[in-house]
Nanobody, 123 residues
Framework: QVQLVESGGGLVQTGGSLRLSCAAS????????MAWFRQGPRKEREFVAF????????LYANSVKGRFTISRDNAKNTVWLQMNSLEPEDTAVYYC????????????????WGQGTQVTVSS
């Protein structure tokens, strides 16, 4: 079991920045590749960013590439999502998740999820 708790969401104006945190407890955090997903109003949950166990590899959705940065510190059992140049389209509940399956972009490959943190970007 892995318990995940997100924080750092809030209300920000277009062009602003936020840094989301995801604190993990339970099983060894360093065993798991981690990702951020988001779910906007009346939308399906979608992939945002992925980081490998050692942070050697990071992958992003095209919609956030160049604006968002995923990082992790295994000593702190934490993964972050730095979000810059935010747009109203980024408004969503953001979730961190631990990968147990094969497809980093597929919701069904993740067994462990946090409760989510709301990000609202005003125009």
């Amino acid at each position: 079991q892995v318990q995940l708790v997100e924080s750092g969401g809030g209300l920000v104006q277009t062009g602003g920045s936020l840094r989301l945190s995801c604190a993990a407890s339970g099983r060894t955090f360093s065993e798991f590749p981690m990702a951020w997903f988001r779910q906007g109003p009346r939308k399906e949950r979608e992939f945002v960013a992925f980081v490998s166990e050692t942070a050697r590899n990071a992958l992003y959705a095209n919609s956030v590439k160049g604006r968002f940065t995923i990082s992790r510190d295994n000593a702190k059992n934490t993964v972050w999502l730095q979000m810059n140049s935010l747009e109203p389209e980024d408004t969503a509940v953001y979730y961190c998740a631990a990968l147990v399956g094969d497809s980093y972009f597929d919701v069904s490959s993740y067994d462990y999820w946090g409760q989510g943190t709301q990000v609202t970007v005003s125009s």
